[in-house]
T-cell receptor, first 115, second 114 residues
């Protein structure tokens, strides 16, 4: 069966420090991958998605970047964190080529606090 | 363009009472719709999905949703609320195309009172 892992589960970082959040999927090949941010009291905002290795689409301009160095690995990064980067970050996957009626599957998230 | 509106950011019910969480969608093509549940500090878990096979969809934990094209709605219901149902609920619609992107509503927090 397929599983998705995110780490770390929680992270406290000072303003201006770098960031690297990792997401990996097991049990499937060539998935679509997604990064979302959930700020306090707000819904889910899609940040990036990827349909293949090295293929990254950005949904909103921001202080973050994403990379997909391997088929089932998706990394969210920042060179210098801002206070506004605080939030709950969720990674999700969906089978490549699956019909649109198939859902995305989510990891357990990373709680990022910027001090 | 597709969009989703969840009416009511907070819903409070008593234990044993009916749960009704509202979702309206806008889509120029036949939509694929989903309900997800999120417990505190956890990821999203799929409750149910509408795939055009049946208008009444049954999901996990006793939840169900009815697709009503004439009302562009996909409301989530449960006959009898349980304390463990307290969570945040998200309605989502799939964007057309092969990216698999979802458009989410703003979410509804369900409070269950004893």
């Amino acid at each position: 069966s397929q599983t998705i892992h995110q780490w770390p589960a929680t992270l406290v970082q000072p303003v201006g420090s770098p960031l690297s959040l990792e997401c990996t999927v097991e049990g499937t090949s060539n998935p679509n991958l997604y990064w979302y941010r959930q700020a306090a009291g707000r819904g889910l905002q899609l940040l990036f998605y990827s349909v293949g290795i090295g293929q990254i689409s950005s949904e909103v301009p921001q202080n973050l970047s994403a990379s997909r160095p391997q088929d089932r690995q998706f990394i969210l990064s920042s060179k210098k964190l801002l206070l506004s980067d605080s939030g709950f970050y969720l990674c999700a996957w969906k089978g490549q080529g699956e019909l649109s009626n198939q859902p995305q599957h989510f990891g357990d998230g990373t709680r990022l606090s910027i001090l | 363009a597709q969009s989703v509106t969840q009416l009511g950011s907070h819903v409070s019910v008593s234990e044993g009472a009916l749960v009704l969480l509202r979702c309206n969608y806008s889509s120029s093509v036949p939509p694929y719709l989903f309900w997800y549940v999120q417990y505190p500090n956890q990821g999203l878990q799929l409750l149910l999905k509408y795939t055009s096979a049946a208008t009444l969809v049954k999901g996990i934990n006793g939840f169900e949703a009815e697709f009503k094209k004439s009302e562009t709605s996909f409301h989530l219901t449960k006959p009898s609320a349980h304390m463990s149902d307290a969570a945040e609920y998200f309605c989502a619609v799939t964007l057309s195309g092969n990216t698999g992107k979802l458009i989410f509503g703003q979410g509804t927090t369900l409070q269950v009172k004893p």
